[in-house]
């Protein structure tokens, strides 16, 4: 009997091959995105869930804030992974700390900056599930002077040579011998690195065992989450104990908290702690998106089949009077949504083999899938059965239930109930179409506002060099200079950080204010704001003029000066003391800066204070824009003069801030595909419900043509009905689009905002392509012969 059910669904598939080509099409897209999709959701979910401890391990965060304003920090200091695991001994199993670092690696005469070198406890493989191929975890990391380094940096540096016992320089400072090699990093790790050194090398410097010198993630194993609590109830104590004097004399407070590691990956908002993060609000939107357009091309399945109940009643009525009952009847009809179905992934899955890796290379992601796998297969039956009940149970049901005296003698009657629940689902299709179009034309708005507007600093051929050398270091100064006689060489400025990077936070006091103030900080020499073009808005710029600016001078922002009860006029002259820098000593306030954007547009413009010191790590040059080739030239050549040793790397600060936007970026990019995408299918379904009008208008509109109208008027009889559907639709979902705009743009501090304007283009869009989708029906339906229509009347 099955056998039969496949034999007549195939034979309709091929007897109707234009409806068969749009039903699979349709499906094909719809499954080859929603495949796609749950490639990406899978990965994102998976993200550190292959460690054995991964339900034990807790991530330990500081509790910071500007003043009034909490946030979570992500790194802690040398001494808070020990004394964690002393005091909560019968609690805590065991703790580790993870230094994310950058370095010159050498080995003979091959030399790299690798920005993926980790220090870590010795500890680390025993805790961490990453797999080594060779070495023992136990005690690859024992020896201080031991490295531990990837497939893939053992062929950069050794090709065929064994690496083991290998040895390895990491800048100037340690001799590493190789003592193992791990498998490639898994992509779902939110840690990435390429080398793991003992953090034991640097205990002996003075700033590891500082507790307010924070650079590393800690994080803890304990043995149930019950133990966890007890930890973190007590955590207020623990901090007291160690931190009640600097606490006192600063008046601020900061306090620790335990994050469960299975929510580290997708917290990001979490500062400083350099680690690969994820959007959890993201991945949900994109898996609703997939399930929206999957619902879409299965809606066509049924419009498309309903379209053309009236040339299948006919074969019904016979198979009726036959004796074949509903049942066998709605069988049929599913086997027939099975074939099509079937069809269909075959095909989604040649379009995602296809399309992943151009995917992969667009969006910078790493996506992979293995269809002979178990989960996967489980994946693709899952999506064959949904899809086949989804898009065959309202045709079955309908087509079964025709009654076959009236269908032999021609007086099938149209159902409103089955026209309305047409029409409803064309509804929901433009819902979300409209949707789709209208959150795609916010987002880019909300990108092109945020890269318009006024930052408040130039970042136009600004070049980023970091000093992250010794020789470099030594020879600042010099380098400085050579750089200053170079012709192409407008400004230069050392800097702690750069707009849009890393601007720590201090505690300060400030004359005639009472109590601690934390204020963003940023180190820089005297020329910070002539080379990012900031704006003196009262007082002067700091200025070798004044022999004590490098060490008695700072600037403010317009938000420090407005947050400390001054005008920018009386905040000149202030002292100030950074209560976290035992040799700051008092400072004056020489000038108040106009607020700039230091920080991304996500977020509000903090208080600031920049403090004059000429040694940072970061070099700021201003080039000549009419000859960057020549100036960057120029600085390599003097780099390589002062350090031979060490590669030059350099980065443009118009470049790094685009990175601060490129998540929404993809998002703006992967909004418009499946925009394009949803309405392309969902216009399919306004081509099967124009096809069932004009086949179930035929005989009126030959009537009225007899009778005199026009072909333009018989073509807006025809389409009118579609348009009121649109506009059903776009009524229906504007205010929920309205709220889950308004709902994205709270990430946003400063926002171009919900406007008129995006919903009238999305309703614009919409509705030109279901008028060019249905006009053609229309159109060939109002210029039809009416003798071809009444000859058999």
């Given at each position: 009997?099955?056998?039969?059910?496949?034999k007549?669904?195939?034979?309709?598939?091929?007897k109707?091959?234009?409806?068969?080509?749009?039903?699979?099409?349709?499906?094909?897209?719809?499954?080859?995105?929603?495949?796609?999709?749950?490639?990406?959701?899978?990965n994102?979910?998976?993200?550190?869930?292959?460690?054995?401890?991964?339900?034990?391990?807790y991530?330990?965060?500081?509790?910071?804030?500007i003043?009034?304003?909490?946030?979570?920090?992500?790194?802690?200091?040398?001494?808070?992974?020990?004394?964690?695991?002393?005091?909560?001994?019968?609690?805590?199993?065991?703790?580790?700390?993870?230094?994310?670092?950058?370095?010159?690696?050498?080995?003979?005469n091959?030399?790299?900056?690798?920005?993926?070198?980790?220090?870590?406890?010795?500890?680390?493989?025993?805790?961490?599930?990453?797999?080594?191929?060779?070495?023992?975890?136990e005690?690859?990391?024992?020896?201080p002077?031991?490295?531990?380094?990837?497939?893939?940096?053992?062929?950069?540096?050794?090709?065929?040579?064994?690496?083991?016992?290998?040895?390895l320089?990491?800048?100037?400072n340690?001799?590493?011998?190789?003592?193992?090699?791990?498998e490639?990093?898994?992509?779902?790790?939110?840690?990435?690195?390429d080398f793991?050194v003992?953090?034991?090398?640097?205990?002996?410097?003075?700033?590891?065992?500082?507790?307010?010198?924070?650079?590393?993630?800690?994080?803890?194993?304990?043995?149930?989450?019950?133990?966890?609590?007890?930890?973190?109830?007590?955590?207020t104590?623990?901090?007291?104990?160690?931190f009640?004097?600097?606490?006192?004399?600063?008046d601020?407070?900061?306090?620790?908290?335990?994050?469960?590691?299975?929510e580290?990956?997708?917290?990001?908002?979490?500062?400083?702690d350099?680690?690969?993060?994820?959007?959890?609000?993201?991945?949900?939107?994109?898996?609703?998106?997939a399930?929206?357009?999957?619902?879409?091309?299965?809606?066509?399945?049924?419009?498309?089949?309903?379209?053309?109940?009236?040339?299948?009643?006919?074969?019904?009525?016979?198979?009726?009077?036959?004796?074949?009952?509903?049942s066998?009847?709605?069988?049929?009809?599913?086997?027939?949504?099975?074939?099509?179905?079937?069809?269909?992934?075959?095909?989604?899955?040649?379009?995602?083999?296809?399309?992943?890796?151009?995917?992969?290379?667009?969006?910078?992601?790493q996506?992979?899938?293995?269809?002979?796998?178990?989960?996967v297969?489980?994946?693709?039956?899952?999506?064959?059965?949904?899809?086949?009940?989804?898009?065959?149970?309202?045709?079955?049901?309908?087509?079964?239930?025709?009654?076959?005296?009236?269908?032999?003698?021609?007086?099938?009657?149209?159902?409103?109930?089955?026209?309305?629940?047409?029409?409803?689902?064309?509804?929901?299709?433009f819902?979300?179409?409209?949707?789709?179009?209208?959150?795609?034309?916010?987002?880019?708005?909300?990108?092109?506002?945020?890269q318009?507007?006024?930052?408040?600093?130039?970042?136009?051929?600004?070049?980023?060099?970091?000093?992250?050398?010794?020789?470099?270091?030594?020879?600042?100064?010099?380098?400085?200079n050579?750089?200053?006689?170079?012709?192409?060489?407008?400004?230069?400025?050392?800097?702690?950080?750069?707009?849009?990077?890393?601007?720590?936070?201090?505690?300060?006091?400030?004359?005639?204010?009472?109590?601690?103030?934390?204020?963003?900080t940023?180190?820089?020499d005297?020329?910070?704001?002539?080379?990012?073009?900031?704006?003196?808005?009262?007082?002067?710029?700091?200025?070798?003029d004044?022999g004590?600016?490098?060490?008695?001078a700072?600037?403010?922002?317009?938000?420090s000066?407005?947050?400390?009860?001054?005008?920018?006029?009386?905040?000149?002259?202030?002292?100030?003391?950074?209560t976290?820098?035992?040799?700051?000593?008092?400072r004056?306030?020489v000038?108040?800066?106009?607020?700039y954007?230091f920080?991304?547009?996500?977020d509000k413009?903090?208080?600031?204070?920049?403090?004059a010191?000429?040694?940072?790590?970061?070099?700021a040059?201003?080039?000549?824009?009419a000859?960057?080739?020549?100036?960057?030239?120029?600085?390599?050549?003097?780099?390589?003069?002062?350090?031979?040793?060490?590669?030059?790397?350099y980065?443009?600060?118009d470049?790094?801030?685009?990175?601060l936007?490129?998540?929404?970026?993809?998002?703006?990019?992967?909004?418009?595909?499946?925009s394009?995408?949803?309405?392309?299918?969902?216009?399919?379904?306004?081509?099967?419900?124009?096809?069932?009008?004009?086949?179930?208008?035929?005989?009126?509109?030959?009537?009225?043509?007899?009778?005199?109208?026009?072909?333009?008027?018989?073509?807006?009889?025809?389409?009118?009905?579609?348009?009121?559907?649109?506009?059903?639709?776009?009524?229906?979902?504007?205010?929920?689009?309205?709220?889950?705009?308004?709902?994205?743009?709270?990430?946003?501090?400063?926002?171009?905002?919900?406007?008129?304007?995006?919903?009238?283009t999305?309703?614009?869009?919409?509705?030109?392509?279901?008028?060019?989708?249905?006009?053609?029906?229309?159109?060939?339906?109002?210029r039809?012969?009416?003798?071809?229509?009444?000859?058999?009347?």
């Open positions: 009997m099955i056998r039969n059910y496949f007549i669904a195939w034979r309709n598939l091929i109707n091959k234009g409806f068969s080509a749009i039903n699979i099409g349709g499906l094909s897209v719809g499954l080859t995105v929603s495949i796609i999709i749950s490639i990406y959701v899978f994102e979910y998976s993200y550190d869930n292959f460690h054995e401890n991964y339900d034990k391990l991530r330990v965060l500081r509790i910071g804030g003043n009034d304003d909490k946030y979570l920090i992500g790194v802690t200091s040398g001494p808070f992974g020990p004394a964690l695991e002393n005091d909560f001994s019968e609690s805590i199993e065991n703790t580790v700390r993870v230094m994310p670092n950058d370095g010159l690696v050498t080995y003979k091959n030399s790299f900056y690798e920005k993926k070198v980790y220090l870590a406890d010795s500890n680390f493989f025993e805790i961490f599930s990453f797999p080594l191929k060779e070495g023992v975890k005690s690859a990391l024992e020896k002077n031991s490295v531990v380094l990837t497939q893939e940096m053992a062929a950069k540096y050794f090709g065929d040579e064994d690496p083991m016992g290998k040895i320089q990491l800048d100037d340690f001799e590493l011998t190789v003592t193992g090699i791990m490639d990093l898994p992509t779902n790790s939110h840690l990435d690195f793991i003992p953090i034991a090398i640097i205990k002996n410097y003075e700033w590891f065992n500082d507790w307010w010198n924070n650079s590393m993630l800690t994080y803890a194993l304990i043995d149930s989450p019950k133990e966890a609590k007890y930890v973190e109830s007590n955590l104590g623990f901090m007291d104990k160690y009640a004097e600097d606490f006192k004399k600063n601020s407070r900061i306090d620790l908290t335990l994050q469960p590691f299975s580290v990956y997708f917290n990001n908002k979490v500062r400083y350099r680690i690969t993060t994820g959007d959890n609000t993201v991945v949900k939107m994109f898996l609703i998106i399930i929206f357009i999957l619902l879409i091309a299965s809606i066509n399945f049924t419009n498309l089949t309903t379209a053309r109940s009236n040339r299948r009643a006919r074969e019904i009525g016979v198979r009726k009077v036959l004796g074949a009952i509903r066998k009847l709605i069988w049929q009809f599913f086997v027939e949504s099975l074939l099509l179905t079937s069809i269909s992934i075959l095909i989604a899955i040649v379009l995602v083999l296809s399309i992943l890796p151009i995917f992969n290379s667009y969006f910078d992601l996506l992979s899938i293995n269809f002979l796998m178990p989960k297969i489980l994946m693709l039956v899952a999506f064959l059965l949904i899809v086949t009940l989804i898009a065959g149970s309202y045709p079955a049901l309908l087509l079964s239930s025709f009654r076959p005296v009236k269908v032999l003698k021609s007086s099938l009657s149209k159902s409103s109930s089955s026209i309305f629940i047409r029409k409803g689902l064309v509804v929901f299709q819902s979300v179409s409209f949707f789709l179009i209208a959150g795609t034309l916010l987002i880019s708005n909300q990108l092109d506002f945020m318009s507007k006024d930052k408040g600093f130039d970042d136009e051929s600004v070049v980023l060099v970091r000093m992250n050398n010794s020789d470099i270091q030594r020879n600042a100064i010099a380098f400085k050579r750089l200053k006689a170079e012709p192409n060489i407008i400004s230069l400025t050392t800097t702690s950080g750069a707009p849009g990077g890393f601007h720590d936070t201090y505690s300060h006091t400030v004359e005639q204010v009472d109590g601690s103030i934390r204020l963003r940023v180190f820089a005297v020329d910070y704001t002539k080379t990012f073009g900031l704006q003196i808005v009262s007082g002067r710029d700091f200025s070798k004044f004590t600016d490098e060490t008695h700072v600037l403010i922002n317009e938000t000066a407005k947050n400390l009860g001054w005008t920018n006029e009386e905040a000149i002259g202030k002292n100030i003391v950074n976290m820098i035992e040799d700051y000593g008092t004056k306030v000038g108040v800066v106009k607020d954007h920080s991304s547009l996500k413009i903090d208080p600031l204070i920049v403090t010191d000429p040694f940072s790590w970061l070099l040059i201003k080039v000549n824009a000859n960057i080739k020549q100036a960057i030239a120029q600085i390599e050549t003097q780099w390589k003069i002062i350090a031979p040793n060490y590669p030059f790397e980065t443009f600060l470049t790094n801030l685009d990175k936007y490129r998540k929404e970026q993809q998002e703006s990019q992967l909004f418009i595909i499946f394009i995408l949803s309405i392309l299918i969902a216009c399919l379904g306004s081509f099967a419900l124009a096809a069932y009008s004009a086949e179930e208008r035929t005989k009126e509109v030959g009537v009225r043509k007899i009778l005199g109208s026009s072909v333009f008027a018989i073509f807006l009889l025809l389409t009118k009905d579609f348009v009121k559907i649109v506009f059903l639709a776009i009524v229906i979902t504007s205010p929920f689009a309205y709220y889950f705009m308004n709902k994205w743009l709270q990430d946003f501090a400063y926002q171009v905002g919900v406007n008129t304007s995006i919903f009238i999305a309703a614009f869009v919409t509705v030109f392509m279901v008028l060019v989708t249905v006009s053609w029906q229309s159109i060939k339906a109002s039809n012969n009416p003798i071809d229509s009444l000859r058999y009347e």
